[in-house]
């Protein structure tokens, strides 16, 4: 991956992930020559989110999202989904970070019931 606002919002957002969930696992998978790092997936009682980056986004895609309240407002792409949510972050943006902590320890919760 290259170094630049991507990586920095990858770190940024794995650092929130690891706050929310200290018990959380995080895997590369789907490791191919076109992107020989993987995709970072996070989980604790089953996969909480992807992260993955782009030429012009880090999209992070919860499994399943389409069940989380999401009271922040945070997801912004796959609305139509029937399970997943994603939140894309482009150059610029800024994620809350209380809401989203709030939204890792929630899909955590229900991963977990």
Known sequence: MATDWRSDTVEEVRALILEA???????????????PAGVPTFSCSGLICTVETYKDKVKLTFARGAALADPGSLFNASLD????RAIDLREGDRIDPSAFVDLVREAVEL???
């Open 21 to 35: 969930e200290p018990d959380v696992e995080e895997e590369a998978k789907w490791v191919k020559p076109s992107n």
């Open 81 to 84: 989904a029937g399970t997943r």
């Open 111 to 113: 991963n977990r019931a």
